[in-house]
């Protein structure tokens, strides 16, 4: 059991294996947070834990109960205006203009399992044998609007995963301005916020900061998770590392606007809020209508970051990715952009085809530029049928001949589009995001459509099922590449135009699951430009993301050293591209390249055609080589051993670990060389430190414990007295660490 609750002291206990997490009823039927942490003993009430002091300049919740004081108390779902002036957790204005509420503890259940939301990405245990789920509803009577908060528990993965839903049983509108999907008070500031920040092409860096008086938010009007920032965060006691230590991690399901942010306060507590982000947000609630927020998943660990990645991928994995997919390899694929761009046919595409064959490469994706008349960016989007100049014997005999060499195949769509250079355009102008009047904002020369009409979702739907059939298509890439801008929807009324950016969503939301519906077997990658909708929105349909525009070995250490945080490597495309790399114009090893890109979901995204034998040969060892220990890389246990976003950033180590702690791969990256370097050694991790391993095969054999605590020592790779020197700048090094027979 998971969910204790004492019905007398209206106490709810939610325990996973490792956390508590509590609250309790209060007086007038407020929910007031006791804790949130390591694992403590249930007890029947926890009054002790919720000592305060009556606090000076502070409202009392009446005029007979001056030490009730709503601003001082640890709250579950706060309100707005009754005096609490932290930043509150819904806000709720009525018919007269009025935001005040009075929800009021009224009932609870609990039952097992976790259901799917309807029409938004959600967690579960379609099983029903692991989670159980507390429903606690408020209600304010005044105006008959029911609360409703709840809380899933998943023990073994140390995850709850919460979320709000309003139900207006009255007679009149009510309009919600704010509706987050978790708070959680914390007691004390002493945690560092953890961020992953970035931009096109420099996705989620981690970024570190102490906790401050007042306000810190991360969040998105992009109407995207954005590149600029992502919903995963974390809150860190200060010593906290990747070994050890206490750590919370928060996390949204949701692609759109979010808003994570911690609110520190005048005694120190830290507020954390996670939903969708109020700036951009409204949604009118009609009589016997209710709005469900996205779910937010909430994880702890006392025993650092690389455990609670591990936690979170391990929940990702058994409850929010389409279980098809559970440990399911992928499919190692070329991809053609970075190799042909805008400008092929099928003659230059086949050769690429046929060397991917020999190779051992299992699909072929062609990417951007396959329909309309599309040479360039400027357009075709929204036209999704084959431009029979490049493919003049039509995208299904394409489809066939990529068959029939025994390769998988894979397109490139970004549904969500629309060119004005389109018969899309000339025939639905309307059906583009613009606001009537005004000057409609390009990016990368497109528009965006209306996806929060049904119509246009539809007629999608409909051109993008007849190409998947035509095809019998086996992956897609779907992309995204442009925010939104003169938000409006010209199907909605004036006083409904904040629904947009969510109404959007839900809209994206519905294509997604009508595709993965009708087409199981198709593999869905999410991409927007690169990493810019790398969420767990997205994760629900398409298991796997393109991590980065960036494909430099370089700067990929970090854009997937930082994703690792708080995503599995399964979910990370990841490419070999070509050198001097197209975006940083940097000439890193191709053994390099592949040793970053091996710790994700594998390809390459160059012309292979033209690689020299040398290479070619070098990339199918490659391919033999990953195929072998695809299922390590893609699903053991990640530790990180050496942060690129510590010190001069020069060297990063990361070791994948098998569940039998058998088998494991470390690589350690280095940017530049050293003259007369320093001793360097590698502390690995995760291994049984009571077996015996042998590192590539040598002749010692070392115990686990000495590996991980004593190190491997590593020596310099650079030979001063070699005749000819060897570069070992952007070098790699990979450790294959495997149990003594
Ligand atoms: C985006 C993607 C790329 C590629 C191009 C095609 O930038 O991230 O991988 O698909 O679009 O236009």
Redesign the pocket.
């Known amino acids: 059991m998971a969910i204790h609750v004492d019905e007398t002291h209206q106490t709810f206990h939610l325990q996973t294996d490792h956390t508590s997490y509590i609250f309790q009823v209060l007086a007038h039927g407020i929910l007031g947070q006791v804790y949130y942490g390591k694992k403590i003993h249930v007890e029947p009430q926890y009054n002790h834990l919720l000592k305060r002091e009556l606090k000076t300049a502070t409202p009392a919740y009446s005029l007979d109960e001056p030490d009730f004081q709503i601003g001082a108390i640890r709250q579950e779902y706060s309100d707005t205006g009754t005096g609490d002036y932290r930043r509150p957790a819904y806000q709720v204005t009525q018919s007269n203009g009025s935001r005040i509420t009075d929800f009021q503890y009224d009932h609870y259940e609990v039952v097992s399992g976790k259901k799917r939301l309807k029409g938004l990405p959600s967690t579960f245990d379609d099983t029903e044998d692991d989670a159980e789920t507390l429903t606690v509803h408020l209600t304010d009577d005044l105006i008959q609007l029911e609360l409703e908060l709840n809380y899933t528990v998943f023990p073994h993965q140390d995850v709850i995963v919460r979320s709000a839903n309003f139900k207006n049983h009255g007679t009149e509108s009510v309009t919600l301005n704010a509706a987050h999907s978790a708070q959680l008070d914390l007691p004390d500031k002493q945690y560092d916020l953890v961020q992953f920040a970035g931009t096109w092409a420099r996705e989620r860096h981690l970024v570190r900061t102490p906790l401050r008086a007042g306000l810190q938010a991360i969040d998105s009007v992009r109407t995207t998770s954005s590149h600029q920032e992502n919903p995963f965060m974390m809150l860190a006691r200060p010593n906290t590392t990747d070994d050890a230590g206490e750590v919370f991690g928060f996390n949204l399901i949701y692609s759109g606007d979010f808003l994570d942010q911690v609110e520190v306060d005048q005694w120190n507590t830290s507020r954390v809020l996670v939903g969708i982000n109020p700036d951009e947000f409204e949604w009118q609630l009609e009589p016997a209508k209710e709005f469900q927020t996205p779910e937010a998943v909430m994880t702890y660990t006392a025993d650092g970051m690389n455990q609670l990645s591990q936690q979170l991928a391990a929940f990702y994995e058994e409850h929010l990715v389409n279980a098809k997919y559970k440990r399911m390899e992928r499919p190692i694929l070329v991809?053609n952009?970075e190799a042909t761009y805008f400008d092929f046919t099928d003659k230059k595409l086949m050769p690429i085809v046929k060397q991917a064959k020999k190779l051992g490469i299992e699909m072929f994706v062609l990417?951007?530029g396959w329909f309309g008349h599309r040479n360039d960016?400027k357009s075709s989007l929204g036209d999704w049928f084959a431009d029979l100049k490049k493919l003049p014997k039509g995208i299904s005999t394409f489809a066939d001949e990529v068959h029939d060499l025994g390769l998988k195949f894979g397109l490139?769509f970004e549904p969500e589009m629309i060119s004005i250079d389109s018969k899309l355009y000339q025939k639905h102008p309307d059906w583009m995001i613009h606001t009537p009047k005004r000057r409609a904002t390009p990016e990368r020369n497109q528009y965006v459509l209306d996806f929060s009409r049904p119509e246009v979702v539809d007629y999608i739907y409909k051109m993008m099922s007849k190409v998947i059939k035509e095809t019998k298509l086996d992956y897609i890439?779907w992309?995204m590449?442009r925010y939104i801008t003169e938000m409006y929807s010209t199907a909605l009324p004036a006083d409904r135009q904040l629904e947009m950016p969510h109404r959007y969503i839900l809209g994206v939301y519905n294509l997604y699951a009508r595709l993965t519906q009708a087409y199981p077997d198709v593999l869905f990658e999410s991409?927007?430009?690169?990493g810019g909708r790398f969420d767990l929105g997205m994760m629900y349909y398409a298991p796997q993301a393109?991590a980065s525009?960036d494909t430099d070995a370089a700067e990929r250490m970090k854009v997937q050293f930082g994703t690792s945080y708080g995503y599995p490597q399964s979910m990370m495309g990841s490419h070999v591209s070509a050198v001097p790399n197209e975006q940083t114009g940097r000439i890193t090893p191709l053994e390099t390249r592949a040793n970053v890109a091996f710790y994700g979901a594998f390809g390459y995204e160059l012309d292979i055609s033209k690689m020299s034998d040398a290479e070619k040969q070098a990339v199918k060892k490659q391919v033999a080589f990953y195929k072998q220990h695809r299922a390590l890389y893609q699903f053991g246990k990640l530790y990180r051993l050496d942060s690129p976003f510590n010190g001069d950033g020069n060297v990063m180590s990361w070791v994948v670990v098998d569940d039998d702690q058998d088998h494991a791969i470390a690589t350690r990256y280095q940017l530049l060389n050293h003259p007369n370097a320093p001793y360097e050694r590698l502390y690995l991790r995760g291994l049984d430190p009571d077996k015996q391993y042998r590192v590539n095969d040598s002749d010692e054999t070392y115990y686990g414990d000495e590996l991980m605590n004593a190190g491997l020592f590593i020596g310099s790779e650079f030979d001063e007295d070699a005749d000819v020197k060897k570069s070992v700048d952007f070098s790699s090094r990979r450790f294959m660490i495997d149990v003594a027979k």
């Open positions: 991809n952009w990417d951007d960016d490139w890439k992309d590449n991409c927007a430009s690169g393109w525009d």
